[in-house]
Nanobody
Framework: QLQLVESGGGLVQPGGSLRLSCAGS????????IGWFRQAPGKEREGVSC????????YYADSVQGRFTISRDNAKNTVYLQMNSLRPEDTAVYYC?????????????????????WGQGTQVTVSS
């Protein structure tokens, strides 16, 4: 069964850090660009960051630029999202997906049909 599995979410205080992982199960992520998305209650799902298959191209939403870092370790078949200086507004369910990584992958205007596999999501809650 081909699937993506996210992990690393949790409850953290404002200013804290978390590292999310997105692991491929049943297939290799080497040839896929990977996007991280999030959805807060009552809001649309939005693209937060993405990384090309080679790892040489990345994009970030303005709201996370300078605080989040996306990376990949193909040897471990995993993509990471390091999140620092977390804010309450970062609270959301975070998803990873295989698909495109372009300027248009960020925000709410991404094209869902471009993303083939999605993970089940991991909850991130930033609260004191």
């Amino acid at each position: 069964q081909l699937q993506l599995v996210e992990s690393g979410g949790g409850l953290v205080q404002p200013g804290g850090s978390l590292r999310l992982s997105c692991a491929g199960s049943g297939f290799t992520l080497d040839y896929y660009a990977i996007g991280w998305f999030r959805q807060a209650p009552g809001k649309e799902r939005e693209g937060v960051s993405c990384i090309s298959s080679s790892g040489t191209t990345t994009y970030y939403a303005d709201s996370v630029q300078g605080r989040f870092t996306i990376s990949r370790d193909n040897a471990k078949n995993t993509v990471y999202l390091q999140m620092n200086s977390l804010r309450p507004e970062d609270t959301a369910v975070y998803y990873c997906a295989t698909g495109a990584c372009t300027y248009y992958s960020i925000g709410t205007n991404y094209t869902p049909g471009e993303y083939e596999y999605w993970g089940q999501g991991t909850q991130v809650t930033v609260s004191s």
